[in-house]
């Protein structure tokens, strides 16, 4: 072999060593960027997770409140109301209301509960909706508010709604109203209208009130989580319930107005939402 030929074939293979190491550099740099990106998209989906969870938490300790804040007020009427009232039936039901919210925690930890599902079945409307405004009458009797109800007559009798999840709206609702409504007046209006054809209804909520209203925040940042008026000063609350109830609202293909209530004063929220006469 004659010198050229040599210091050929040494440059090829030299030129085959760089370029075989160069391929590789370049395999690896890619399988590291791979890598890089499962990591970042599995830590981004952790910390979705655990976002998730620490908002349901927070969800289902607000919710725990309510209830057991009615059963207090209750307790505390019944030292001096006479019979007329059955005051043992609403610590029921408000005990029956905290028991499956302690479920909804239960399944949430074996990783059951993993977003909320609706589940629609008959119910007579008229019963939950006098229900939920007795249910309330004590809170807003708490700070000496008076609670005006006005139903429509011609609402159907029998509809098939999700009434749990539409409770959870409604008490967080009428809570707030009371919570921050002093000597004044809390006013919950249902009407509805039902489709021609008759197979379905569109109901029609409202809330409002006299109290402080909304403040300088204004109403799109008071639905954000954790979130609380500028005009709040020792009132209890973690600015979770709004946001709830805007959950819970596009869940049933609805969505929460607000403004200031009537006059201009304190504060008024209402939905709709459309249900299947039974």
């Keep these: 072999m004659t010198p050229g030929a040599f210091i050929a074939l ?15 550099t370049h395999v690896l740099i890619a399988h590291a960027r791979r890598l890089e990106g499962i990591v970042v998209e599995r830590t981004t989906e952790l910390r979705t997770l655990l976002q998730a969870r620490r908002r349901l938490l927070a969800h289902i300790g607000h919710d725990l409140r309510s209830p057991l804040s009615a059963i207090v007020n209750v307790a505390r009427q019944w030292r001096g109301a006479g019979a007329e009232v059955d005051h043992p039936q609403k610590i029921e039901r408000h005990a029956r209301m905290l028991m499956e919210l302690i479920d909804e925690v239960l399944e949430f930890s074996r990783g059951e509960l993993t977003d909320v599902q609706l589940e629609p079945a008959p119910g007579y409307l008229y019963r939950f909706l006098h229900e939920v405004a007795d249910e309330d009458l004590l809170l807003a ?26 409770r959870q709206v409604l008490s967080n609702l009428l809570g707030n109203a009371a919570k921050y409504t002093r000597n004044g007046q809390i006013v919950f209006t249902v009407e509805g209208r039902t489709h021609e054809a008759g197979t379905s209804c569109r109901l029609n909520f ?17 639905l954000e989580p954790f979130v609380r008026g500028t005009n709040i000063d020792d009132a209890p609350g973690s600015g979770l319930g709004l946001a709830i109830v805007v959950q819970l609202l596009a869940r049933m293909g609805s969505r929460l107005e607000a403004g200031s209530g009537p006059e201009g004063r304190g504060s008024r929220f209402s939905f709709e939402i459309e249900g299947a006469p039974g």
């Design 10 to 24: 040494a440059l090829a293979i030299v030129g085959l060593v760089v370029g075989a190491w160069r391929w590789r």
């Design 141 to 166: 009797q708490s700070n000496r508010n008076r609670l005006h109800v006005r139903i429509d007559t011609d609402l159907p009798a029998v509809v098939e709604l999700d009434f749990r999840r539409l």
């Design 206 to 222: 409202a809330v409002e009130d006299t109290g402080i209203g909304l403040g300088d925040s204004g109403a799109e940042t008071l």
